[in-house]
């Protein structure tokens, strides 16, 4: 009789727990739901940015291509490209990539370019470069310079900083940096002409690319 309330203790504990635990499991119902909607939002607004004049009907983000390193686009760790529709037709790729080349490591660029293979625009996702020197990067009117531009606008050399004999702009006192971004831009845009075809031969809503 004496472990009567010790017993009693214990039921209570256990209700508490299942309580506890049915309330977790209704949370998660409930949310998990609209933390997947949100995370959809803010991966769209983070891509719409490289996507200036292109008509497109499909969402910026749901239409992925994992592509695990080693690849031939720029940087040694995996890279993804998002795809983007009007109607049926392909009307731009979105590729992350890395820069491997900068003064403080990799930077992480989202490059944009429409099915003709143009820039339609870049975005830096992340670097580690010196404020006030390298990370001049982060300036939207330092990254327009891209848009419109192909591989065979500017040809050959001239897709360099202007140091180098090209006709991008470099930075004041921080040439490794833009050098190495202006590198990883044009060799997204040979990976492109190279495996267009690859890039888009799903059709549209093809099957969503996991982690
Ligand atoms: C502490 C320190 C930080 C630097 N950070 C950068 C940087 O973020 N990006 C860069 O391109 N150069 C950086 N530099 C400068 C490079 O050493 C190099 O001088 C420069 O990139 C060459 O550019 P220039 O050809 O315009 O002189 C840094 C130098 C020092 C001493």
Redesign the pocket.
Known sequence: MADMPVLRGGITLAAIAAICTALVAVTFELTDDRIEKNAQAWLEQSLLPVLAGVSFDSGIGENRLAIAAPHELPGNDDAMIYRVYAGDSPAAALFVVSARD???GPIRLLVGLDTSGIVTGLSVLEHR??PG???GIESRNWQEQFVGKSLENPAGNRWNIR?DGGEFD??????????AVVKAVRETLEYYAANRGIIFATANAPEKATK
Request: charged content about 15%.
């Open positions: 900068g003064y403080s470069e010196t020197l390298g990370d140091g470099a930075l004041t006192g921080a040439s490794v940096t833009p050098r």
